[in-house]
Antibody
Framework: QVQLVESGGGLVKPGGSLRLSCAASGFTFSDYYMSWIRQAPGKGLEWVSYISSSGSTIYYADSVKGRFTISRDNAKNSLYLQMNSLRAEDTAVYYC???????????WGQGTLVTVSS | QSALTQPASVSGSPGQSITISCTGTSSDVGGYNYVSWYQQHPGKAPKLMIYEVSNRPSGVPDRFSGSKSGNTASLTISGLQAEDEADYYCSSYTSSSVVFGGGTKLTVL
């Protein structure tokens, strides 16, 4: 069965950096686009970024462009999100998800909490 | 990358039907048949309920249905059950992003 497990969240000071990881299993990771989505406390879902199966195509939300970098290692079945210059408004649960496949994010991890605070 | 527009809340009694709307533009909802709906219970990850406007993944009850007209998509839940109480989010794919609605809290009275 498809499993996505995020890790790497925690407490970081404004201006700091953090790297999130997402370990995938139960499917051929290298065949799928992958995405990061976040949810601030008590708020809705916000798409952050997605990366094509080969890594050659990448898109970011305007809110994170220039500060966050998505990447993947198909040999390790892993997705990453390098987050730099973190701000208080980046505080959220970060989910990795499989897709978009025909616009759909069909499987989601359980999320990892990132808190940006001094 | 503006969010899609959903009502903040809807409610219904067990056995009734409710519909949640999701309004976008011709650049997202109206331009692609790539509208999805997600259910999220408190403290849990979102779960896909509808994809490509009106398709249900395996395991999703047929009480859940989706449709689209122009720039507005809709999720209908018929025969409401207590376990349907949750937050619901629509999303649409664009040429370079995924955009979500603000979410709708469904209360089963």
């Amino acid at each position: 069965q498809v499993q996505l497990v995020e890790s790497g969240g925690g407490l970081v000071k404004p201006g700091g950096s953090l790297r999130l990881s997402c370990a995938a299993s139960g499917f051929t990771f290298s065949d799928y686009y992958m995405s990061w989505i976040r949810q601030a406390p008590g708020k809705g879902l916000e798409w952050v970024s997605y990366i094509s199966s080969s890594g050659s195509t990448i898109y970011y939300a305007d809110s994170v462009k220039g500060r966050f970098t998505i990447s993947r290692d198909n040999a390790k079945n892993s997705l990453y999100l390098q987050m730099n210059s973190l701000r208080a408004e980046d505080t959220a649960v970060y989910y990795c998800a499989r897709g978009p496949v025909a616009g759909t994010l069909d499987y989601w991890g359980q999320g990892t909490l990132v808190t940006v605070s001094s | 990358q503006s969010a899609l527009t959903q009502p903040a809340s809807v409610s219904g009694s067990p056995g009734q039907s409710i519909t949640i709307s999701c309004t976008g533009t011709s650049s997202d909802v109206g331009g692609y048949n790539y509208v999805s709906w997600y259910q999220q219970h408190p403290g849990k990850a979102p779960k896909l309920m509808i994809y490509e406007v009106s398709n249900r993944p395996s395991g999703v009850p047929d009480r859940f249905s989706g449709s689209k007209s122009g720039n507005t998509a809709s999720l209908t839940i018929s025969g409401l059950q207590a376990e349907d109480e949750a937050d619901y989010y629509c999303s649409s794919y664009t040429s370079s992003s995924v955009v979500f609605g603000g979410g709708t809290k469904l209360t089963v009275l």
